[in-house]
Protein backbone atom coordinates (compact mmCIF):
# COMPACT_ATOMS: atom_id res chain seq x y z
CA UNK A 1 0.00 0.00 0.00
CA UNK A 2 2.10 3.15 -1.14
CA UNK A 3 0.72 5.59 -3.60
CA UNK A 4 2.64 8.54 -2.90
CA UNK A 5 2.16 7.53 0.84
CA UNK A 6 -1.53 8.81 1.12
CA UNK A 7 -2.77 5.13 1.95
CA UNK A 8 -0.33 5.25 4.65
CA UNK A 9 -1.58 8.78 6.45
CA UNK A 10 -4.50 7.54 7.96
CA UNK A 11 -2.87 6.87 11.57
CA UNK A 12 -2.27 10.75 11.89
CA UNK A 13 -6.63 10.61 12.27
CA UNK A 14 -7.00 6.93 13.67
CA UNK A 15 -9.00 7.91 16.60
CA UNK A 16 -11.35 10.45 14.27
CA UNK A 17 -11.55 7.71 11.48
CA UNK A 18 -12.53 5.05 14.44
CA UNK A 19 -15.34 7.33 15.81
CA UNK A 20 -16.85 9.37 12.65
CA UNK A 21 -15.93 7.19 9.53
CA UNK A 22 -19.42 4.93 8.94
CA UNK A 23 -19.61 1.90 9.79
CA UNK A 24 -21.80 -0.78 7.83
CA UNK A 25 -24.94 -0.83 8.83
CA UNK A 26 -26.60 -3.91 10.07
CA UNK A 27 -28.86 -4.82 7.17
CA UNK A 28 -24.85 -5.71 5.29
CA UNK A 29 -25.36 -9.15 7.30
CA UNK A 30 -27.58 -10.45 4.43
CA UNK A 31 -24.73 -9.72 2.29
CA UNK A 32 -21.84 -11.95 4.73
CA UNK A 33 -24.28 -14.44 4.93
CA UNK A 34 -23.82 -16.58 8.27
CA UNK A 35 -20.26 -15.97 9.61
CA UNK A 36 -20.79 -18.17 12.61
CA UNK A 37 -17.58 -19.74 14.07
CA UNK A 38 -15.90 -19.03 10.95
CA UNK A 39 -12.30 -17.66 10.59
CA UNK A 40 -12.53 -14.56 8.78
CA UNK A 41 -9.59 -11.88 7.45
CA UNK A 42 -10.27 -8.29 7.27
CA UNK A 43 -7.43 -6.37 5.69
CA UNK A 44 -7.73 -2.99 6.28
CA UNK A 45 -8.64 -0.60 8.99
CA UNK A 46 -10.87 -2.95 10.46
CA UNK A 47 -13.92 -0.59 10.64
CA UNK A 48 -16.29 -3.63 10.17
CA UNK A 49 -14.13 -5.56 12.93
CA UNK A 50 -17.23 -5.04 15.21
CA UNK A 51 -19.84 -6.08 13.20
CA UNK A 52 -18.15 -9.22 12.45
CA UNK A 53 -17.55 -9.99 15.63
CA UNK A 54 -21.41 -9.44 16.49
CA UNK A 55 -22.04 -11.79 14.14
CA UNK A 56 -20.02 -14.38 15.51
CA UNK A 57 -16.66 -14.64 13.19
CA UNK A 58 -13.23 -15.58 14.77
CA UNK A 59 -11.96 -12.44 13.11
CA UNK A 60 -8.30 -11.19 12.53
CA UNK A 61 -7.21 -8.08 11.05
CA UNK A 62 -4.08 -6.91 9.04
CA UNK A 63 -3.23 -3.54 8.92
CA UNK A 64 0.05 -1.41 8.67
CA UNK A 65 -0.41 1.58 10.66
CA UNK A 66 0.89 1.63 14.01
CA UNK A 67 -1.83 3.73 15.47
CA UNK A 68 -4.47 2.50 13.50
CA UNK A 69 -4.05 -1.05 15.08
CA UNK A 70 -3.73 0.37 18.37
CA UNK A 71 -7.27 1.90 18.26
CA UNK A 72 -8.66 -1.36 16.61
CA UNK A 73 -6.84 -3.59 19.52
CA UNK A 74 -8.21 -1.03 22.33
CA UNK A 75 -12.18 -0.82 20.91
CA UNK A 76 -12.06 -4.57 20.12
CA UNK A 77 -9.89 -6.67 22.08
CA UNK A 78 -11.78 -9.69 20.79
CA UNK A 79 -9.88 -9.68 17.13
CA UNK A 80 -6.61 -10.58 16.77
CA UNK A 81 -4.60 -7.64 15.25
CA UNK A 82 -1.55 -7.97 13.08
CA UNK A 83 1.15 -6.23 11.43
CA UNK A 84 1.35 -5.95 7.47
CA UNK A 85 0.00 -5.41 4.03
CA UNK A 86 -2.40 -6.97 1.59
CA UNK A 87 0.90 -7.41 -0.34
CA UNK A 88 2.26 -9.65 2.24
CA UNK A 89 -0.45 -10.78 4.20
CA UNK A 90 2.00 -12.48 7.71
CA UNK A 91 -0.56 -15.44 8.00
CA UNK A 92 0.08 -18.58 6.86
CA UNK A 93 -1.39 -20.61 3.55
CA UNK A 94 -5.22 -21.39 3.36
CA UNK A 95 -6.52 -20.52 6.89
CA UNK A 96 -9.34 -18.37 6.30
CA UNK A 97 -12.65 -19.60 5.71
CA UNK A 98 -13.77 -15.27 4.06
CA UNK A 99 -11.59 -12.78 3.43
CA UNK A 100 -13.43 -9.26 3.37
CA UNK A 101 -11.73 -5.51 2.27
CA UNK A 102 -14.07 -2.45 3.13
CA UNK A 103 -12.89 0.69 0.96
CA UNK A 104 -9.59 -0.16 0.82
CA UNK A 105 -9.55 -2.36 -2.42
CA UNK A 106 -8.17 1.15 -4.23
CA UNK A 107 -5.06 1.24 -2.06
CA UNK A 108 -3.46 -2.17 -2.88
CA UNK A 109 -1.11 -2.66 -5.49
CA UNK A 110 -1.93 -6.08 -7.57
CA UNK A 111 -2.10 -8.37 -9.14
CA UNK A 112 0.12 -8.85 -5.40
CA UNK A 113 -2.68 -8.55 -3.09
CA UNK A 114 -5.27 -10.72 -5.23
CA UNK A 115 -2.89 -13.34 -5.14
CA UNK A 116 -1.90 -13.33 -1.51
CA UNK A 117 -5.99 -13.23 -0.46
CA UNK A 118 -6.24 -16.60 -2.96
CA UNK A 119 -2.94 -17.78 -0.80
CA UNK A 120 -4.80 -17.56 2.69
CA UNK A 121 -7.93 -18.45 1.79
CA UNK A 122 -9.16 -22.25 1.74
CA UNK A 123 -10.65 -24.01 -1.33
CA UNK A 124 -13.94 -22.34 -2.05
CA UNK A 125 -14.11 -19.72 0.31
CA UNK A 126 -15.51 -16.49 -0.39
CA UNK A 127 -13.42 -13.08 -0.61
CA UNK A 128 -15.76 -9.88 -0.12
CA UNK A 129 -14.31 -6.67 -1.75
CA UNK A 130 -16.79 -3.72 -0.71
CA UNK A 131 -17.26 0.11 -0.27
CA UNK A 132 -19.31 1.43 2.31
CA UNK A 133 -19.55 5.16 1.24
CA UNK A 134 -21.95 7.99 0.31
CA UNK A 135 -23.92 7.54 -2.52
CA UNK A 136 -23.08 8.01 -6.17
CA UNK A 137 -26.84 8.49 -7.43
CA UNK A 138 -27.88 11.81 -5.66
CA UNK A 139 -26.79 14.76 -7.04
CA UNK A 140 -26.62 16.92 -3.80
CA UNK A 141 -24.21 13.90 -2.49
CA UNK A 142 -21.88 13.86 -5.32
CA UNK A 143 -21.29 17.53 -5.31
CA UNK A 144 -20.62 17.50 -1.80
CA UNK A 145 -17.90 14.72 -1.96
CA UNK A 146 -16.49 16.94 -4.69
CA UNK A 147 -15.11 18.99 -2.05
CA UNK A 148 -13.13 16.11 -0.81
CA UNK A 149 -10.25 16.38 -3.42
CA UNK A 150 -8.63 19.41 -5.00
CA UNK A 151 -9.48 20.01 -8.20
CA UNK A 152 -7.19 17.90 -10.87
CA UNK A 153 -5.29 16.49 -7.49
CA UNK A 154 -2.32 14.01 -9.59
CA UNK A 155 -2.41 12.12 -6.24
CA UNK A 156 -6.56 11.70 -6.21
CA UNK A 157 -6.70 7.14 -6.22
CA UNK A 158 -9.61 6.34 -8.30
CA UNK A 159 -12.24 4.53 -6.37
CA UNK A 160 -14.64 2.19 -7.79
CA UNK A 161 -17.57 0.08 -7.19
CA UNK A 162 -16.55 -3.59 -8.41
CA UNK A 163 -13.22 -5.32 -8.51
CA UNK A 164 -11.90 -7.26 -11.65
CA UNK A 165 -9.91 -9.97 -11.93
CA UNK A 166 -7.72 -10.83 -14.69
CA UNK A 167 -8.10 -14.10 -17.36
CA UNK A 168 -6.15 -17.17 -15.04
CA UNK A 169 -7.16 -15.47 -11.69
CA UNK A 170 -7.48 -18.04 -8.62
CA UNK A 171 -11.27 -15.96 -8.22
CA UNK A 172 -14.55 -16.29 -9.72
CA UNK A 173 -16.70 -13.70 -9.21
CA UNK A 174 -19.94 -14.47 -7.67
CA UNK A 175 -21.73 -11.75 -7.72
CA UNK A 176 -21.51 -8.26 -7.73
CA UNK A 177 -24.04 -6.52 -4.44
CA UNK A 178 -25.45 -2.85 -3.81
CA UNK A 179 -27.59 -2.03 -0.42
CA UNK A 180 -28.57 1.49 -0.08
CA UNK A 181 -29.37 2.62 3.83
CA UNK A 182 -29.39 5.86 5.34
CA UNK A 183 -26.71 7.59 7.87
CA UNK A 184 -28.30 10.07 10.21
CA UNK A 185 -25.45 12.24 12.02
CA UNK A 186 -25.41 15.54 13.35
CA UNK A 187 -23.74 17.98 11.06
CA UNK A 188 -20.47 18.05 13.12
CA UNK A 189 -20.26 14.31 12.95
CA UNK A 190 -20.23 14.38 9.31
CA UNK A 191 -17.60 16.90 9.20
CA UNK A 192 -15.53 15.16 11.51
CA UNK A 193 -15.81 11.52 9.00
CA UNK A 194 -14.70 14.08 5.90
CA UNK A 195 -11.40 15.20 8.07
CA UNK A 196 -10.51 10.89 7.40
CA UNK A 197 -10.18 11.37 3.71
CA UNK A 198 -6.71 11.43 2.30
CA UNK A 199 -7.84 14.05 0.37
CA UNK A 200 -8.46 16.35 3.41
CA UNK A 201 -5.85 14.37 5.00
CA UNK A 202 -2.96 16.12 3.08
CA UNK A 203 -4.30 19.56 3.17
CA UNK A 204 -2.97 22.46 5.33
CA UNK A 205 -4.64 23.68 8.03
CA UNK A 206 -6.35 26.86 6.30
CA UNK A 207 -7.20 24.79 3.06
CA UNK A 208 -8.99 21.89 5.04
CA UNK A 209 -10.93 25.02 7.41
CA UNK A 210 -12.15 26.31 4.09
CA UNK A 211 -13.61 22.93 2.58
CA UNK A 212 -14.87 22.47 6.10
CA UNK A 213 -17.07 25.79 6.55
CA UNK A 214 -18.36 25.03 2.60
CA UNK A 215 -19.46 21.63 3.88
CA UNK A 216 -20.95 23.26 6.55
CA UNK A 217 -23.10 25.97 4.53
CA UNK A 218 -24.26 22.81 2.41
CA UNK A 219 -25.25 20.76 5.42
CA UNK A 220 -27.15 23.52 7.30
CA UNK A 221 -29.51 24.04 3.91
CA UNK A 222 -30.52 20.04 4.30
CA UNK A 223 -30.02 19.43 7.81
CA UNK A 224 -33.48 19.36 10.30
CA UNK A 225 -33.23 20.56 13.59
CA UNK A 226 -28.89 19.95 13.14
CA UNK A 227 -29.29 16.60 12.20
CA UNK A 228 -28.54 15.31 8.51
CA UNK A 229 -30.12 11.58 6.60
CA UNK A 230 -27.13 10.89 4.27
CA UNK A 231 -27.67 8.71 1.55
CA UNK A 232 -25.35 6.00 1.80
CA UNK A 233 -24.09 2.79 -0.40
CA UNK A 234 -22.47 -0.85 0.23
CA UNK A 235 -21.73 -1.71 -3.05
CA UNK A 236 -19.10 -4.18 -4.02
CA UNK A 237 -18.27 -7.53 -5.14
CA UNK A 238 -17.93 -11.17 -4.08
CA UNK A 239 -15.34 -13.34 -5.72
CA UNK A 240 -14.96 -17.30 -4.50
CA UNK A 241 -11.41 -18.96 -4.65
CA UNK A 242 -11.00 -21.68 -6.98
CA UNK A 243 -10.60 -25.02 -5.50
CA UNK A 244 -6.30 -26.04 -6.14
CA UNK A 245 -5.55 -28.01 -8.33
Do not use: C
Not at 23 to 32: A, C
Not at 38 to 47: A, C, I, Q, R
Not at 177 to 206: A, C, H, M, N, Q
Amino acid sequence: MTYDGRGLRFGSVAEQYDLFRPSPPPEVSTILGDLGGLKVLEVGTGKWTRLLLELGADVTVVEPDDDMRAVLVRRSPQMHALKGAAEALPVDDATFDAVLVSSAWHWFEQPAATNEMARVLRDNSQLFILWNGFSGEVPWVVSLLALRERPNDPGKRPRGWAAEFGVGSEFVVESDVELDWTWTRTIDEVISGFGTYSGVIIRGDEEREEMESEVRRRLEARAVNGIVEVPMTVRGTIARRRARA
